[in-house]
Nanobody
Framework: QVQLVESGGGLVQSGGSLRLSCAAS????????VDWYRQAPGKQREWVGL???????AYAEAVKDRFTISRDNARNTVDLQMNSLKLEDTALYLC?????????WGQGTQVTVSP
């Protein structure tokens, strides 16, 4: 059974940093395509970035140059380092994988950026 668990969220002041982690069980993240998304209250889910099976990485324009995605095969996690956080980064952050046509999501970790 595939399970994804996000962690690392919290309350941070504008300009601060947080590091999120998505841990997997029932699946190896090694050479796996993994996305990060976020959803703010009253808004649609927004794609944040991805790491491909060959470790190519792409980011949404809104987070490019501030966020960094990395894979840790020893811990079986995909991490999201968030720097220079802005008020508009406040959201529930979720990781996502697709396996054999099925979509798997974690429960999310809340990031709240204060002035």
């Amino acid at each position: 059974q595939v399970q994804l668990v996000e962690s690392g969220g919290g309350l941070v002041q504008s300009g601060g940093s947080l590091r999120l982690s998505c841990a997997a069980s029932g699946i190896s993240f090694n050479a796996r395509y993994v996305d990060w998304y976020r959803q703010a209250p009253g808004k649609q889910r927004e794609w944040v970035g991805l790491i491909t099976s060959t470790d190519e990485i792409a980011y949404a324009e809104a987070v490019k140059d501030r966020f960094t995605i990395s894979r840790d095969n020893a811990r079986n996690t995909v991490d999201l380092q968030m720097n220079s956080l802005k008020l508009e980064d406040t959201a529930l952050y979720l990781c996502h994988v697709q396996l054999s046509g099925n979509h798997y999501w974690g429960q999310g970790t809340q990031v709240t950026v204060s002035p």
